[in-house]
């Protein structure tokens, strides 16, 4: 049997004392191919677990292993980012930002770099817009940049972190159908973290429900609706039953919070 | 939307208020002149005159305006070359910068007209003084500059970068560099104008030849005309400066004029 895509085992975090943690104790199974929403209150830790799982932040205990393999270096075609401000680089092209990733091999030829490159671009529905810098885009526009640079080394893992949150409603759903096309079109493993519940909804296989002080999971929900996705969906009965259980659950961890 | 309109800026239009102000100071300066002695200021027809009989006994101004280019250029890439390492440094380690910024502060405060004579008395008369002055005015806005301008790299930036897989040097060449790039021009414009001026103190302190020299032996002579000329020639030194690191922030920084679509 094929190990998970990603493996979260009894991981916390503390950032002054293990007796006061961040995360605590939280435990996570994401298969190869399944696309998972994290959701929760902000400060529940949501976006410290997605750096945990990128490695570029060190669990205080338990460990992450990434398709078994226990936590090491990643590399981009293995496991890539795309954080909530695009964060593309001002003074780089469309075109050389997206090539970046690529270029950080020391073997790698330009040519294939940008023909790479240029594949991503396409595939986010980005063409003719290589040479433009950063700032000469919409927030819409950075956003897919950021994608397709998150997809150019063909990663078999996406982590996304809150990607749509600055957007519009008509543009952060546009970008919701892409990532739902791109997800089907390659097969790739998706880790969504966002605060918007219809969205979790919308996009995922399942959602995990995070709760804070201190940031833990709450539960998981499957979300059974039939791919592949279509804006209706948005207003039907079932949609809106499976936003009501997230938001309930959800609920239960203000409970416990008032408790304490 | 100023992006906008300065895009629609022709070299014209960008001229236009280069020529009308220069225009303007001559016109104004004539005004003003016609108020006083020439010996208290001289009209702009009156230091033209002197110049074309400085041309005429052989006195070329070329001369003077080279040695002090010479000192300033000098002085300024001693600076750029000293002070970049030493901010990156800084920068990398915390400890360097909080033991060596009282003392770059401290060099900084001193005058350095106070601090002038005491070069040339250990470095002669000679280029090497001047050269030293020009670095030691040009050195803390550089080495500040760079400094500051390496400390704002986003540090999400850099943790993207990171989960990319960059390594040290990736970080510092694809991040850190033209991260600090608009910033650390900003130091190298006030650097490279305060380095002519270095000179110029070097100068004043005891040379033999230079604009600075220029000026001291107008004033000593009562020369008022040709103090005019040195103070039209340093304008001249240190906005050419100007202008040639502009001109190289704009090659090194083609994302700052691009317009947003």
């Known amino acids: 049997m094929a190990a998970p895509a990603i493996e979260v085992h009894h991981v916390s975090l503390a950032y002054t004392s293990i007796d006061h943690p961040e995360l605590r104790d939280i435990q996570l199974k994401v298969e190869d191919g399944e696309l998972v929403s994290i959701v929760g209150p902000s400060g529940c830790g949501k976006s410290s677990l997605l750096r945990m799982i990128a490695g570029v932040l060190e669990p205080t205990a338990g460990h992450i292993t990434i398709f078994g393999k226990e936590h090491a270096r990643r590399h981009w075609s293995e496991l890539s980012f795309v954080p909530q401000d695009s964060l593309l680089l001002p003074w780089r092209t469309v075109l050389d930002n997206v090539c970046l990733p690529l270029e950080l091999d020391r073997d790698a030829d330009r040519d294939t770099i940008v023909k790479k490159a240029r594949a991503a671009l396409a595939l986010v529905n980005l063409s003719g817009v290589e040479s433009k810098y950063p700032r000469q885009l919409s927030g819409g526009m950075r956003q897919r940049a950021a994608l397709a640079r998150a997809l150019v080394g063909n990663a078999r893992i996406l982590l996304l972190d809150e990607p749509f949150a600055a957007l519009d409603a008509l543009t952060r759903n546009q970008l919701n159908l892409e990532l739902l096309r791109i997800q089907a079109q390659t097969g790739i493993t998706v880790v969504l973290v966002t605060h918007n519940i219809f969205e979790a909804v919308f996009l995922s296989d399942r959602v995990v429900v995070m709760g804070e002080k201190p940031g833990r999971i709450l539960g998981e929900i499957n979300i059974p609706l039939p791919k592949p996705r279509t804006l209706k969906m948005i207003g039907t009965p079932e949609f809106s039953h499976w936003v009501g259980s997230i938001q309930d659950l959800l609920e239960t961890g203000w409970g416990d919070q008032d408790e304490r | ?261």
């Open chain 2, 1 to 261: 939307m100023n992006d906008k309109r300065n895009t629609r800026q022709t070299p014209f239009h960008k001229v236009l208020p280069v020529v009308a102000g220069l225009a303007g100071f001559v016109v104004l300066w004539q005004l003003l002149a016609n108020l006083y002695e020439p010996f208290i200021l001289p009209s702009p027809a009156e230091v033209a005159e002197r110049y074309r009989i400085m041309i005429s006994n052989r006195q070329p101004l070329a001369s003077h305006f080279g040695i002090t280019f010479l000192e300033a250029l000098a002085g300024f890439t001693l600076a750029v070359i000293t002070a970049l390492p030493l901010s990156y440094y800084m920068y990398r380690h915390p400890f360097l910068d909080q033991l060596l910024t009282p003392f770059i502060v401290g060099i900084q405060a001193v005058p350095i007209v106070a601090l002038a004579p005491l070069l040339v008395i250990w470095f002669g008369f000679g280029i090497t003084s001047k050269v030293l002055i020009a670095a030691l005015v040009a050195f803390f806005p550089v080495v500040t500059n760079g400094l500051v301008g390496l400390k704002e790299t986003d540090p999400r930036l850099r943790e993207l970068l990171q989960i990319m897989g960059a390594s040290r040097r990736d970080i510092f060449f694809k991040l850190e560099v033209p991260s600090s790039l608009p910033v650390l021009f900003g130091g190298l414009k006030v650097g490279m104008t305060l380095s002519v001026i270095g000179a110029v103190v070097g100068e004043f302190s005891g040379a033999g030849k230079g604009l600075g020299y220029l000026v001291n032996l107008a004033r000593g002579n009562f020369d008022t005309p040709l103090i005019f000329i040195g103070l039209i020639a340093l304008a001249g030194l240190g906005l050419g400066f100007y202008l040639l690191l502009s001109l190289l922030e704009q090659i090194l920084m083609p994302w700052k004029k691009k317009s947003i679509s």
